[in-house]
């Protein structure tokens, strides 16, 4: 079966740094494109960045660019987010999600979600 | 960011059937259909079917989507109470090159 644990959550103050990780298991990880979506509190899923199966292709919301890193390591199935100069609004619980593919497309959002971890930040 | 436009609620009674909407435009909808996602309180999404009616292995056949222009459309009949939960849409927008969802729509089961 398909499993994806997040990790690395935590509260933070603005202006922070923070690393988020997801250990894949259950399917060939370096086969498939990677993908971080978060949900604030009550507000609807928003897609934050993704990557392609080798790690060679990165994408990213406006909302995130120059502040957010994907990268992913194959050999330790793990997709991780490096998240800095973090602000209020980036506060949610960031979810991680296969893609059905090797390379972000419109191929699907998603067919596996993890368990997500929770981002607060605040002073 | 582009988004999809949800009604908030549906409420339908037991073993009804359930109607959702999901509203884009010619860059999302209309272009590529799209996807719709499951959430039951406080768990993950759980993907249901994309490009109007291909369901993953494990999802009920009494759930069926559909796409009329730029409004894509999820059929859930026989309402359980398994069903309710939170119902969102998601399509591929090319205008942004990315995925974007609707609000939701929370589905109550009398």
């Known amino acids: 079966d398909v499993q994806l644990l997040e990790s690395g959550g935590n509260l933070v103050q603005p202006g922070g740094s923070l690393r988020l990780s997801c250990a894949a298991s259950?399917?060939?990880?370096?086969?498939?494109?990677m993908s971080w979506v978060r949900q604030a509190p009550g507000k609807r899923l928003e897609w934050v960045s993704a990557?392609?199966?080798?790690?060679?292709?990165?994408y990213y919301a406006d909302s995130v660019k120059g502040r957010f890193t994907i990268s992913r390591d194959n050999s330790k199935n793990t997709l991780y987010l490096h998240m800095s100069s973090l602000r209020a609004g980036d506060t949610a619980v960031y979810y991680c999600?296969?893609?059905?593919?090797?390379?972000?497309?419109?191929?699907?959002?998603?067919?596996?979600w993890g368990q997500g971890t929770l981002v607060t930040v605040s002073s | 960011q582009a988004g999809l436009t949800q009604p908030p609620s549906v409420s339908k009674g037991l073993r009804q059937t359930a109607t959702l909407t999901c509203t884009g435009n010619?860059?999302?909808?209309?272009?590529?259909?799209a996807a719709w996602l499951q959430q039951h309180q406080g768990h993950p999404p759980k993907f249901l079917s994309y490009r109007n009616n291909n369901r993953p292995s494990g999802i009920s056949e009494r759930l069926s989507a559909s796409r009329s222009g730029n409004t894509a459309s999820l059929t859930i009949t026989g309402l359980q109470p398994e069903d309710e939960a939170d119902y969102y849409c998601?399509?591929?927008?090319?205008?942004?090159?990315?995925?974007?969802f609707g609000g939701g729509t929370k589905l109550t089961v009398l």
């Open positions: 998601s399509a591929w927008d090319s205008s942004v090159s990315a995925w974007v």
């Open positions: 010619s860059d999302n909808i209309g272009n590529q259909g």
């Open positions: 990557i392609s199966g080798s790690g060679g292709d990165t």
């Open positions: 259950g399917f060939t990880f370096s086969s498939y494109a």
């Open positions: 999600a296969k893609l059905p593919r090797y390379y972000f497309d419109s191929s699907g959002p998603g067919d596996y």
